[in-house]
Nanobody, 121 residues
Framework: QVQLVESGGGLVQPGGSLRLSCATS????????MVWYRQAPGKQRELVAR???????NYADSVKGRFTISRDNAKNTVYLQMNSLKPEDTAVYYC???????????????WGQGTRVTVSS
């Protein structure tokens, strides 16, 4: 059974940092595009950062310059380094892995259970 397990969330003061991790199992991690999403209370889930199999990276405008996504294919893990955190970053953060076929169609998509990040003084 495919598993994505997020960790690293918690309570942090504004301006602080956290590093989220998403450890995966039973997927071919190197063939998987990895995405961090977040969902704040009462809001829709939004994409935060993505790193493709070719290490192409994109970020939501709201986190550019503050968050850094990275992946370690040897450890089957994706990370999200979050600096200069703001109260509006408060959300549950989810890890997503998806695969594409040669036509660019999604052939599989898997989610973690989420990790809560609270930014508050």
């Amino acid at each position: 059974q495919v598993q994505l397990v997020e960790s690293g969330g918690g309570l942090v003061q504004p301006g602080g940092s956290l590093r989220l991790s998403c450890a995966t199992s039973r997927i071919i991690f190197s063939d998987s595009n990895m995405v961090w999403y977040r969902q704040a209370p009462g809001k829709q889930r939004e994409l935060v950062a993505r790193i493709t199999t070719g290490r192409i990276i994109n970020y939501a405008d709201s986190v550019k310059g503050r968050f850094t996504i990275s992946r370690d294919n040897a450890k089957n893990t994706v990370y999200l380094q979050m600096n200069s955190l703001k109260p509006e970053d408060t959300a549950v953060y989810y890890c997503n892995a998806y695969n594409l076929d040669y036509r660019g169609h999604v052939t599989g998509s898997y989610w973690g259970q989420g990790t809560r990040v609270t930014v508050s003084s």
